[in-house]
C-alpha cells in the first residue's frame, strides 16, 4: 500500500500528488514532476508481475534498472508488534519495553507503554474484540507462551482484512505452507520440509484454538483465523534492518503488497529498507522503499533475500532456514557448487590431508558429499570422524555456543577460534563462512561496542587491532562483491566499518598527517555516499574529513 503522503523529490516541501504510474515519488506541482523527469524515468514503470507453476507470482524488470534506483515505496497493510527476548513491544506504537514488569491495557490487558498506547488507532479493533469476549490477558503469562503473541497477529490481521481497501490485498497473499514446484527435492529435505509444515499447522491451531476457546471469539470463524496467521509467516517483512541492536528502532513487523511479490535469492540483486524523512516525521508510518542494489537487466526476476542479508551462512543452514517459507532454495548461489567461487560451504578432505593432499569436498546437496580425490565421502550433519565435517560441525557449534551466551567475547577467544579453522593442515577453505563469521566478529567489534559505549576514548594501544580489523573487513567487503554487490546494506555495513576504522587510525600518534589514510578516507566517504538511501542517513553521515 502506498504512502498518502511524502515530500517533493525537487523542493522536498510535503505533498499529497504521487506519480500516478509508480507512485514512488511525489511532487509539490507539475512544474517539479517535468523538472524531475530524467531522473524520474529510470525506475518509472520498470516492474511487471508475472507468474508460473513453480513460483506462484514474482516480479520482473520490465527494462534495464540501474543500481540505487527505488523501485517500489510502501508502507504496511498491517503492522504488529515482536517478541525479541527478552524484550516486548507495545502493542500500540511498536516501541521496545523496558525490562521488569510489563505494563497492560486496561481493557484487553496486551503490553503497552501507557493509557495513549492503548488508545492507538492500530490496537482498537483488537481490544474491542477482547471486551466483546469478556476476556483480559494476564500480563505477566505475555512472554511465557507464544501462543499469545501469535494470537494478536492473527487477530489484527484477520480484523484488518475488513478494511478497505487493505483488505481485499490482504486476501491476496499467500497463506498456506503447501510446497509449490519443488519436485526433485532430496530425500533428507522433503522429510524435513514435511516437518516444519506440521510444527506451522501446530503453533497455528494452537493459537487459533486459544482464540476461540478460552478467550471465547467463536463468532470468528477458525480458517479465517488460520488464514490470517499463515499469510504473516508467508509474507512478513522486517522493519528496520538494524532492529535488534538499536534500542529506539521499531520492534515490529509488517505485512506488504509489494514486496510480498518478491522472491527470495541468497544472491539478490534488490534490498528492502526502512524510509526516514529528513526529520524522521514519517519514523512510525514504516515506510519501505525496494532500491535497485545494482544494475538488473531487462527480463531479469527482482529478488531480494529472505535471510539476514549481514550474515554469511552455508548451503545447508541457508537451504534449512528457507524451509521456514515451504520451499527449497535453488537460487544462483545454491546451484552452483563452488557457490560462485567462494566456498563458503566448502572443506579440505581429511582423507586427502593426513597423505598430504588438499582436496576440496564441495557440498552439491543436504544428502551427502565426497571428496574428488579420494572418493570419500558422507552425510551432511551425520558424518563421523574421518573426513572433515566432524571437526566443521564442532566449530560451528563452538561459534554458535559463543554467539548464544549474552556476554561480550574476549578477542582472543574469536582469534583463537580463527587460527584453529585457519591452521597448516585445516579443514576449513578460507572463505568458509564459519571463518567468515569470526572475522566479522572481531571486525566489527569496535562498532559494536561504540553502539554499547564500550569504546575507550584513547585508541592509541589497539593499533595493531585496529589495523588487523581493517584487513578483515577488506576481505568481507571483496566477499559482499560477489554475493551482494552494488549498494547493498551488507556491502555498505564493510564500507562504513572501514571508514570507521581509518577515521581511528588517523586519530593515532603520528597519523595526523598521513596522506596515504587521508586519501582512503576520503575515497571510503565517497563510495559510502551512493549507499545512503533515505533522506536522514544522507544528511547524518559524517562530512568529508578534508572539509571539516
Same mark, same amino acid.
Not at 74 to 78: D, G, H, T
Not at 273 to 284: Q, T, V
Not at 472 to 480: A, Q
Given at each position: 500500500m502506498c504512502p498518502d503522503t511524502g515530500p517533493c523529490a525537487v523542493c522536498k516541501k510535503p505533498s499529497a500528488r504521487p506519480c500516478s504510474r509508480c507512485r514512488v515519488d511525489f511532487y509539490c506541482g507539475k512544474e517539479h514532476q517535468t523538472l524531475d523527469w530524467p531522473r524520474h524515468r529510470k525506475g518509472c514503470g520498470v516492474l511487471a508481475v508475472e507468474s508460473n507453476e513453480a513460483l506462484g507470482r514474482f516480479v520482473v524488470a520490465t527494462r534495464a534498472i540501474p543500481a540505487g534506483t527505488i523501485l517500489m515505496r510502501? /508502507?504496511?497493510? =498491517?503492522a504488529y508488534p515482536v517478541v525479541l527476548l527478552p524484550h516486548a513491544a507495545c502493542t500500540g506504537c511498536f516501541?521496545? &519495553?523496558?525490562?521488569?514488569?510489563?505494563?497492560? *491495557?486496561?481493557?484487553?490487558?496486551?503490553? =503497552? *507503554?501507557?493509557?495513549? *498506547?492503548?488508545?492507538?488507532? /492500530?490496537? &482498537?479493533p483488537e481490544c474491542s474484540a477482547f471486551q466483546r469476549a469478556g476476556f483480559k490477558l494476564s500480563t505477566k503469562l505475555y512472554l511465557e507462551d507464544d501462543k499469545y503473541m501469535n494470537a494478536l497477529k492473527a487477530l489484527r490481521v484477520h480484523l484488518a482484512t475488513q478494511k478497505m481497501p487493505q483488505g481485499r490485498r490482504l486476501a491476496e497473499l499467500k497463506s498456506d505452507f503447501q510446497p509449490r514446484g519443488q519436485s526433485g527435492i532430496p530425500e533428507v529435505y522433503a522429510w524435513e520440509l514435511g516437518q516444519r509444515v506440521e510444527e506451522t499447522s501446530a503453533r497455528i491451531a494452537k493459537a487459533v484454538s486459544w482464540l476461540r476457546g478460552k478467550v471465547g471469539m467463536k463468532w470468528i470463524p477458525a480458517k479465517d483465523l488460520e488464514r490470517a496467521l499463515g499469510a504473516v509467516d508467508m509474507n512478513a517483512l522486517q522493519g528496520s534492518p538494524c532492529y535488534n541492536m538499536d534500542p529506539d528502532a521499531l520492534q515490529a513487523v509488517g505485512l506488504f503488497a509489494g514486496h510480498s511479490l518478491l522472491e527470495h535469492s541468497c544472491a539478490p540483486n534488490a534490498f528492502s $529498507?526502512?524510509?526516514?524523512?529528513?526529520?524522521?516525521?514519517?519514523?512510525?508510518d514504516m515506510e519501505t522503499v525496494l532500491v535497485a542494489a545494482r544494475d538488473i537487466a531487462r527480463g531479469e526476476h527482482v529478488t531480494i533475500t529472505y535471510l539476514d542479508g549481514n550474515s554469511v551462512c552455508d548451503a545447508p543452514t541457508r537451504r534449512q532456514t528457507l524451509l521456514n517459507w515451504s520451499f527449497f532454495c535453488r537460487c544462483v548461489l545454491c546451484r552452483d557448487p563452488t557457490e560462485l567461487g567462494l566456498h563458503l560451504t566448502a572443506w579440505y578432505c581429511g582423507y586427502c590431508n593426513r597423505k598430504g593432499r588438499r582436496c576440496l569436498v564441495e557440498v552439491p546437496d543436504i544428502c551427502g558429499f565426497g571428496c574428488e580425490g579420494c572418493g570419500e565421502g558422507g552425510y551432511v550433519r551425520k558424518d563421523a570422524e574421518g573426513n572433515g565435517w566432524a571437526e566443521v560441525s564442532r566449530l560451528e557449534a563452538r561459534i554458535k555456543e559463543l554467539r548464544g551466551s549474552g556476554q561480550k567475547v574476549p578477542r582472543k577467544v574469536w582469534k583463537g577460534l580463527l587460527s584453529e579453522a585457519l591452521r597448516t593442515g585445516g579443514v576449513l577453505h578460507p572463505t568458509h563462512a564459519l571463518v567468515l563469521q569470526v572475522k566479522k566478529e572481531l571486525a566489527f567489534e569496535r562498532a559494536l561496542d561504540k553502539l554499547a559505549g564500550r569504546v575507550p576514548a584513547d585508541a592509541s594501544g589497539q593499533a595493531g587491532d585496529l589495523r588487523q580489523d581493517v584487513a $578483515?573487513?577488506?576481505? &568481507?567487503?571483496? =566477499?559482499?562483491d560477489v554475493l551482494q554487490p552494488g549498494i547493498s546494506p551488507a556491502r555498505r555495513d564493510c564500507l562504513m566499518n572501514l571508514y570507521d576504522l581509518t577515521e581511528a587510525l588517523l586519530e593515532l600518534p603520528g597519523n595526523e598527517n598521513n596522506e596515504a589514510l587521508m586519501k582512503e578516507y576520503v575515497e571510503l566517504n565517497e563510495k559510502i555516499q551512493p549507499c545512503l538511501i533515505n533522506p536522514q542517513e544522507k544528511k547524518n553521515f559524517p562530512a568529508l574529513f578534508a572539509e571539516t
Open positions: 510502501e /508502507v504496511p497493510l =498491517v516501541a521496545r &519495553l523496558p525490562l521488569g514488569p510489563l505494563q497492560g *491495557c486496561q481493557r484487553c490487558g496486551f503490553p =503497552v *507503554c501507557g493509557e495513549a *498506547c492503548s488508545l492507538k488507532e /492500530v490496537h &482498537l $529498507y526502512y524510509w526516514h524523512n529528513e526529520d524522521d516525521s514519517n519514523r512510525d $578483515y573487513t577488506r576481505e &568481507l567487503l571483496r =566477499v559482499m
